[in-house]
């Protein structure tokens, strides 16, 4: 078989919040932000852009493609060393270490995926003063965010034959209601669990479809908020009981789906590696749910660079030609521009008023105005010497950028 082009990375790892009214302003608790959709919020530009930003601090924190998330004023960075897997809080004002802590967790890494190391790819997520790990072997963790103590530890291995898919674990969980909501288990059988975030136990579980490597959302179509994203091979929706409101097939080359699911008003948007990216207005009639169709654009399929909405527009970078920068009206699906290409393998996509920023995975940070006429770059920043894939973290005028093995806070 020949080389499979890997990345279950995806700096699809996250965790999400139904409500980010509990997070301050400058907090970013979870994958893509406090509403997951990688919006900053109440981000103010600078007057006029530097030719390079200031870095504060950097500091080696191991290997893998987590994301830091920084919640009252500590970063949380979770990370290799050797044979384990690390959890660490800095302060963000220095960098220094307020607290570690480290686990066995060995892990047998496909040889298609060797490039990239034995993670970790899930981003934590903080709710009510806990950290919640998902590390790539299926070692599931919640920790005090204050001094680091471990709280309790899921690691599946009674509940399925393997605990982690082909290229490891990278979805995050999801926190909502009180509920941690993860999907577990390996190829051919998995589940999405909700577990009981104080305590670790099961409260629900849908064993459908084994684990894929994006994220989930909490998204509410036709009054109903519902669990979706993609499973190994299907979109799926699930109420916040657990039972299944709707299913597509949905199967990538080597059931590599790792786009984390979009809401957008009332249409959800969807993608996938040498798929179209498509979207379907879900609705329920007499008592039934429908997934009809929206529109499908076949010129901007997407591996694992998960867009974004910004004013309306659907910006994002599909795999095309190395990497080409997209814009597409979200409700119709029409293609307005794209770049040359070459742009990078994989982007981690945010958007702040009218500016869209892009962290490639060759460290560069490209910030955009959001005009759907054409690619309107304001500035390239180059902020790391390393790989980037892990997805950054913007708050207090700055970026939190994780490369292959350090962590480092940039100002703008």
């Keep these: ?86 959890v660490s809080a800095r302060d963000l004002l220095n960098g220094k270490e307020v607290w570690q802590q480290a686990y066995d967790a060995p892990y047998q890494i496909n040889p298609a995926a060797s490039a990239h190391g ?74 999405v669990m909700a577990l009981d975030a104080i305590s670790g136990a099961t409260r629900w579980a849908w064993k459908g479809d084994g684990p894929a490597y994006d994220s989930p959302i909490v998204a509410t179509f036709a009054a109903t908020p519902q669990i979706v994203l993609q499973s190994q091979r299907n979109l799926v929706s699930l109420g916040l009981d657990g039972r299944v409101l709707w299913q597509l097939p949905f199967v990538t080359e080597y059931e590599q789906n790792s786009i984390t699911p979009i809401a957008s008003g009332d249409l959800l948007i969807y993608g996938g590696l040498s798929k179209p990216t498509t979207a379907i207005r879900p609705s329920l009639t007499a008592g039934k749910w429908q997934t009809p169709q929206a529109w499908q654009n076949a010129d901007i399929p997407t591996y694992m660079s998960t867009p974004v909405v910004s004013g309306g527009y659907l910006f994002g970078l599909t795999h095309r030609n190395r990497g080409q920068f997209f814009c597409v009206e979200a409700r119709s699906g029409k293609t307005l521009w794209t770049t040359k290409g070459r742009e990078g393998e994989n982007a981690a996509m945010l958007t702040a008023g ?44 700055g970026i939190v950028v994780k490369d292959a093995e350090s962590l480092a806070y940039w100002r703008f």
């Design 118 to 191: 034995k993670g970790p790819k899930s981003t934590p997520a903080h709710d009510r003063g806990r950290i919640y790990t998902f590390g790539i072997g299926g070692i599931l963790s919640a920790w005090q965010a204050e001094d680091g103590k471990r709280v309790w530890t899921r690691d599946f291995k009674k509940d399925f034959p393997s605990t982690v898919p082909e290229f490891g674990v990278a979805m995050s969980p999801a926190i909502v209601n009180g509920l941690l909501i993860v999907h577990a288990g390996g190829a051919g059988n998995g589940a």
């Design 1 to 86: 078989m020949r080389t499979i082009k890997y990345f279950a990375v995806i700096a699809s790892f996250a965790v999400f919040a139904i409500s980010s009214s509990a997070y301050a302003v400058q907090d970013w608790p979870q994958w893509r932000g406090p509403s997951r959709t990688g919006t900053i919020e109440r981000f103010t530009p600078p007057a006029k852009w530097p030719d390079r930003p200031k870095q504060i601090w950097k500091v080696q924190v191991g290997a893998g493609h987590s994301s830091p998330i920084v919640v009252a004023g500590r970063v949380y960075v979770f990370t290799r060393a050797g044979e384990q897997e690390v």
């Design 354 to 397: 009218d500016l869209v920023m892009a962290m490639t995975t060759e460290a560069e940070l490209v910030v955009l105005r959001n005009d759907p006429k054409a690619p309107d770059v304001v500035k390239r920043y180059t902020l790391a010497d390393s790989p980037v894939w892990a997805h950054p973290a913007v708050v207090n005028g």
